[in-house]
């Protein structure tokens, strides 16, 4: 599957994995929209537009993220930080 390989990327100076780390601390600590992280990610580091997605794709398919699979992807929708969940459901 072409999600769970990464052939294809290069970025100078950077290895892949701390692009990955950073979209998983962006993910799990901010509510910003998946799009908004990945425009970051392709902003911050010198890679090809459309990276992020990808990248973002990978962590999915890899199962370093998860999404509610009951729900359609919207990728530009506010969303809850899991931090946010976690500390809602220790309230309760």
Request: charged share 30%; glycine share 4%.
């Amino acid at each position: 599957h072409t999600c769970c390989t990464l052939r294809g990327i290069s970025c100078d100076n950077i290895s892949l994995d701390e692009i990955l780390v950073e979209m998983e601390e962006l993910y799990r600590e901010t509510a910003n929209p998946i799009r908004d992280i990945c425009v970051h990610i392709d902003q911050s580091y010198p890679v090809e537009p459309g990276t992020g997605l990808r990248l973002f794709k990978h962590l999915l398919a890899t199962k370093r993220l998860s999404v509610e699979m009951d729900k359609p992807l919207d990728l530009s929708a506010q969303r809850d930080s899991d931090i946010a969940l976690v500390l809602e459901r220790i309230a309760v």
